[in-house]
């Protein structure tokens, strides 16, 4: 296949509905897979685990909405750069990387978020110390969303 031929294909797999492509030809090989729905299924995955019984699933939106109201933090915080899972230790066996009370220098790892079973470390961006842990090990994260609240220093 010439580059013209494989542009043609892989604009009618986007087009398509399909998500995933295997084609071998004359010994010519090209896998397409498309990462869309890939993020939702774990979200869905822990939400169904959350909500077990249908009035915990009524209780669970209550349970939200107040905890999105203290989200209006007062002062500096360090927040998620990604959709994810929040680690607060390198490993389940292991210290966590911060306590309320410890100074972080700039740079310094303050977390594992998790993204498709890829660990990244969260890093300080500016020397502080951490006044309150916002989240629990393990809590699903948003983009944006505050983890720590810090002091400046």
């Known amino acids: ?3 013209k031929q494989i542009k043609s294909l892989i604009s009618t797999f986007d087009d398509s509905g399909l998500s995933k492509i295997k084609i071998n030809k004359e010994g ?17 995955t822990i939400s169904a685990a959350a909500a ?10 209550a349970a939200v909405a107040p905890a999105a109201a203290p989200q209006a933090i007062s002062g500096d915080t360090i ?6 899972t929040f680690y607060a230790a390198p490993s389940p066996d292991s210290a966590p990387f911060v306590k309320v009370g410890d100074t972080v220098k700039k740079g310094q790892a303050v977390a594992v978020l998790e993204a498709m079973k890829i ?7 500016f020397d502080c ?3 309150e842990i916002l989240v629990k090990d393990g809590q699903a994260v948003e983009y ?3 983890l ?5 220093i």
């Open 119 to 125: 660990m990244n470390e969260l890093e300080a961006e």
């Open 148 to 152: 720590f609240v810090v002091e400046k």
């Open 52 to 61: 077990p019984a249908a009035a915990a699933a009524a209780a669970a939106p």
């Open 28 to 44: 010519f090989e090209i896998e397409m897979e498309k990462a869309t729905g890939l993020v939702a299924a774990p979200v869905q």
């Open 79 to 84: 927040d998620s750069p990604m959709v994810g």
């Open 129 to 131: 110390k951490i006044v």
């Open 144 to 146: 944006d969303m505050p």
């Open 1 to 3: 296949m010439d580059m």
